[in-house]
């Protein structure tokens, strides 16, 4: 899942769009945290619900750590839409992966917004709440991904930290992966359909946590700016 050539856009930083927000918006309505003044980082997860993902939520809950969920939808999101609600009814940011991971900068465009309308209304049917957030498979994009988001009001959220956990299932190798990349404004992508990360996920909260990291979802990392559709931001 590298990343290299994935996109031609520039990609923003958090940090960028929090100094692009409006000077006199207060920390209030943030969240857990106002990523201003304090090292915020955000855990994210692609592409579930699986049958791993209600422990996942039970840790969470457990750790007080919000996470933004990034849901595939074929045998996924019509598979455990209880889940889906829970992520959501929990303070979890629910986001879009497509509806069947298929790489999206191959697709026509009607193939496109199919892949992210189809989880988006299946998402709000189950939340009340449309997506803003979308990741594409694999992290590639490009100019048509950009615009048909845009259209859809979507914004593209990528990664600054990866364990590549879907070529191990060994979670103190995958726990090292994440402490060793991890920084503030970070996005961690992991995946809670393989057998190896979510053991590793306690392990991973409680030393970023020893290390000063209050975690937030991403549009909490954003605050007070937001993301904007159609463009990318890592």
Same mark, same amino acid.
């Given at each position: 899942?590298?990343? $290299?050539?994935?996109?031609? @856009?520039?990609?923003?930083?958090?940090?960028?769009?929090?100094?692009?927000?409006?000077?006199?918006?207060?920390?209030?309505?943030?969240?857990?945290?106002?990523?201003?003044?304090? =090292?915020?980082?955000?855990?994210?997860?692609?592409?579930?619900?699986?049958?791993? $993902?209600? @422990?996942?939520?039970?840790?969470? @809950?457990?750790?007080?750590? &919000?996470?933004?969920?990034?849901?595939?939808?074929?045998?996924?999101?019509?598979?455990?839409?209880?889940?889906?609600?829970?992520?959501?009814?929990?303070?979890?940011?629910?986001?879009?992966?497509?509806?069947?991971?298929?790489?999206?900068?191959?697709?026509?465009?009607?193939?496109?917004?199919?892949?992210?309308?189809?989880?988006?209304?299946?998402?709000?049917?189950?939340?009340?709440?449309?997506?803003?957030?979308?990741? &594409?498979?694999?992290?590639?994009?490009?100019?048509? #991904?950009?615009?048909?988001?845009?259209?859809?009001?979507?914004?593209?959220?990528?990664?600054?930290?990866?364990?590549?956990? %879907?070529?191990?299932?060994?979670?103190?190798?995958?726990? @090292?992966?994440?402490?060793?990349?991890?920084?503030?404004?970070?996005?961690?992508?992991?995946?809670?359909? %393989?057998?190896?990360?979510?053991?590793? #996920?306690?392990?991973?909260?409680?030393?970023? =946590?020893?290390?000063? %990291? #209050?975690?937030?979802? #991403?549009?909490?990392?954003?605050?007070?700016?937001?993301?904007?559709?159609?463009?990318? %931001?890592?």
């Amino acid at each position: 899942m590298a990343l $290299s050539g994935c996109t031609g @856009r520039e990609t923003t930083a958090p940090a960028t769009v929090r100094a692009q927000a409006a000077v006199d918006v207060q920390a209030a309505g943030f969240g857990t945290a106002d990523c201003r003044r304090t =090292k915020c980082i955000a855990l994210t997860f692609d592409a579930g619900p699986s049958e791993h $993902s209600a @422990r996942l939520l039970d840790i969470l @809950r457990e750790k007080q750590v &919000p996470a933004t969920f990034f849901l595939l939808g074929e045998r996924h999101i019509e598979t455990y839409p209880e889940l889906v609600r829970r992520m959501a009814d929990e303070g979890h940011e629910v986001a879009s992966h497509t509806w069947d991971h298929k790489i999206l900068t191959r697709l026509r465009p009607e193939e496109i917004r199919e892949e992210l309308e189809r989880p988006n209304q299946e998402i709000e049917r189950l939340t009340g709440r449309r997506p803003t957030l979308m990741r &594409p498979p694999q992290g590639r994009t490009n100019e048509t #991904v950009h615009e048909i988001c845009r259209e859809l009001g979507l914004a593209e959220v990528l990664w600054s930290v990866t364990a590549k956990d %879907y070529r191990t299932t060994d979670s103190d190798l995958i726990t @090292r992966r994440v402490l060793a990349q991890a920084s503030r404004d970070g996005i961690i992508l992991l995946h809670d359909i %393989y057998d190896g990360t979510v053991p590793a #996920v306690p392990g991973i909260i409680d030393a970023l =946590k020893e290390r000063g %990291y #209050v975690f937030v979802t #991403v549009p909490q990392l954003l605050a007070p700016g937001k993301a904007e559709p159609g463009e990318v %931001y890592r």
